[in-house]
């Protein structure tokens, strides 16, 4: 029998900001969402004002308005090119930021992120091993199919060597992705080595991320495995919020521990293999998102995965906006963007962080 939270348990699981807070987190993050998808849709060589994206939307949903644009190129542009890339921005951010977030969860560390069970690198990989031999199974899908498959076949590695009678302990998880991310480089070498230059240059290419070419079809299978991994996670977020008391707490509360662990990690596969099939790898966002989202509303999952979900949409909406446009004429690789941006940043948290609290916690 499922026993009664205490109070004091009820405490310290009860989210850490008041529901002002949280409202204020969300009108503003909603907000810069907003602003971002319609500045992002009319940005590029062809620049389309912030009245026409809205009236072109209103007109695609049946109002009728005196906004929308009546130039056929444009029209084509918006809904061909821009809109497109813009959903999959919010797609993929809005998956590796929710990611990030479960990996802190379960592992109890602020610092962990998904490239610790191996997606990233399994991925990467797979993309590799499709560019290197040329291969054509699923069309022009290959490359984002087999990345998908690496990253879930690299996650499952992980966690089966990691599995040791009928538990898995965190540290011995961490220390197998290790061993795990170090195997894939060094066969991602390999392939790099074998192949021409012309796939060597495309392997380069996807590990550097980029949006560029995204398309309906490509977006609406990102939405349909991200949205339903990403509606099972929203529902973990209670049993989440318990497993921070510990294991044995936790499990005296009626969670099955591992059970909550595999179907996380499993989560954590599915959000981030779908998101980078696409576009490549995208660097710091599971990782940042959730930290500063964590500093705003504190620790508890129920508030805090909803906002990371919008939080990691907003960062990659406007990153993708700076990479089309920060250099004229140019495409800059959004994994480069947000290393760049991403690394120099979370820095300088982590050094507030450390003069607040005068080390860690």
Same mark, same amino acid.
């Given at each position: 029998?499922? %026993?009664?939270?205490?109070?004091?348990?009820?405490?310290?699981?009860?989210?850490?900001?008041?529901?002002?807070?949280?409202?204020?987190?969300?009108?503003?993050?909603?907000?810069?969402? &907003?602003?971002? &998808?319609?500045?992002?849709? #009319?940005?590029?060589?062809?620049?389309?004002?912030?009245?026409?994206?809205?009236?072109?939307?209103?007109?695609?949903?049946?109002?009728?308005?005196?906004?929308?644009?009546?130039?056929?190129?444009?029209?084509?542009?918006?809904?061909?090119?821009?809109?497109?890339?813009?959903?999959?921005?919010?797609?993929?951010? %809005?998956?590796?930021? !929710?990611? #990030? %977030?479960?990996?802190?969860?379960?592992?109890? *560390?602020?610092?962990?992120?998904?490239?610790?069970?191996?997606?990233?690198? #399994?991925?990467?990989?797979?993309?590799?091993?499709?560019?290197?031999?040329?291969?054509?199974?699923?069309?022009?899908?290959?490359?984002?199919?087999?990345?998908? @498959?690496?990253?879930?076949?690299?996650?499952?590695?992980? =966690?089966?060597?990691?599995?040791?009678?009928?538990?898995?302990?965190?540290?011995?998880?961490?220390?197998?992705?290790?061993?795990?991310?170090?195997?894939?480089?060094?066969?991602?070498?390999?392939?790099?080595?074998?192949? *021409?230059?012309?796939?060597?240059?495309?392997?380069?290419?996807?590990?550097?991320?980029?949006?560029?070419?995204?398309?309906?079809?490509?977006?609406?299978?990102?939405?349909?495995? #991200?949205?339903?991994?990403?509606?099972?996670?929203?529902?973990?977020?209670?049993?989440?919020?318990?497993?921070?008391?510990?294991?044995?707490?936790?499990?005296?509360?009626?969670?099955?521990?591992?059970?909550?662990?595999?179907?996380?990690?499993?989560?954590?596969?599915?959000?981030?293999?779908?998101? !980078?099939?696409?576009?490549?790898?995208?660097?710091?966002?599971?990782?940042?998102?959730?930290?500063?989202?964590?500093?705003?509303?504190?620790?508890?999952?129920?508030?805090? @995965?909803?906002?990371?979900?919008?939080?990691?949409?907003? &960062?990659?909406? =406007? %990153?993708?906006? @700076?990479?089309?446009?920060?250099?004229?004429?140019?495409?800059?690789?959004?994994?480069? @963007?947000?290393?760049?941006?991403?690394?120099?940043?979370?820095?300088?948290?982590?050094?507030?962080?450390?003069?607040?609290?005068?080390?860690?916690?």
């Amino acid at each position: 029998m499922r %026993a009664a939270a205490p109070p004091l348990v009820r405490a310290a699981v009860a989210t850490a900001s008041s529901p002002g807070r949280r409202a204020v987190v969300g009108i503003v993050t909603g907000i810069l969402l &907003v602003a971002g &998808v319609i500045l992002s849709a #009319g940005s590029g060589q062809l620049p389309i004002g912030p009245a026409e994206v809205v009236g072109s939307l209103l007109r695609a949903v049946g109002v009728p308005n005196g906004w929308a644009p009546t130039d056929a190129l444009v029209e084509q542009t918006l809904w061909q090119i821009r809109f497109p890339r813009v959903v999959m921005s919010v797609l993929v951010g %809005a998956l590796l930021a !929710v990611a #990030g %977030a479960i990996m802190q969860a379960i592992f109890a *560390n602020p610092l962990a992120e998904p490239g610790v069970v191996g997606v990233s690198s #399994g991925a990467a990989v797979g993309a590799a091993l499709a560019i290197t031999l040329g291969l054509s199974t699923f069309g022009g899908w290959t490359t984002a199919a087999l990345a998908f @498959l690496g990253g879930l076949a690299a996650t499952l590695i992980v =966690y089966a060597t990691a599995r040791s009678q009928g538990r898995t302990e965190a540290v011995t998880l961490i220390l197998t992705g290790i061993a795990v991310n170090a195997f894939t480089g060094a066969a991602l070498a390999v392939m790099m080595f074998l192949g *021409n230059t012309a796939s060597r240059e495309q392997i380069v290419f996807w590990q550097l991320g980029s949006m560029n070419g995204s398309r309906w079809p490509e977006v609406a299978l990102v939405a349909l495995i #991200g949205l339903f991994a990403t509606a099972i996670a929203l529902s973990l977020a209670r049993p989440l919020d318990l497993l921070a008391l510990g294991d044995r707490t936790a499990a005296h509360l009626g969670v099955r521990v591992e059970r909550l662990r595999v179907v996380s990690i499993v989560l954590v596969a599915l959000l981030t293999g779908v998101a !980078v099939a696409f576009i490549g790898i995208i660097a710091f966002v599971g990782l940042v998102v959730p930290h500063v989202m964590r500093m705003l509303l504190g620790p508890s999952n129920r508030a805090l @995965l909803p906002a990371t979900l919008l939080g990691g949409a907003v &960062v990659l909406v =406007y %990153a993708d906006l @700076l990479a089309r446009t920060v250099i004229p004429s140019a495409d800059l690789p959004i994994g480069i @963007l947000t290393s760049l941006v991403g690394g120099p940043f979370f820095y300088a948290l982590l050094r507030r962080n450390r003069r607040r609290s005068g080390g860690w916690a």
